[in-house]
């Protein structure tokens, strides 16, 4: 599989996190699907997908979750 982008991930969790890319959740976190970067992740066959929050214009921190494309969930990072 080729790396996916935001948007097929985003129909990809409809069922699993049906409220991750909700309008109302991303205005909540300043974010905009087309800020989410995708990226390789160290897990094999999982993405790191992250975007910066936002407040008054200003980072305030990051949203990041892993994407398993076998099981269609977004997972926590692990620190």
Known sequence: MSKPTIY???YAVRETSPYFFSKASLKFFGQT???FKVYQANE???YLISAPMKLDE???GYTE???NPETNKL???PK
């Open 8 to 10: 097929e991930i985003e």
């Open 58 to 60: 200003k980072i305030v």
């Open 75 to 77: 997972e926590l990072v």
């Open 33 to 35: 699907k087309s800020k």
């Open 65 to 67: 979750r892993l994407f």
């Open 44 to 46: 094999e066959g999982k």
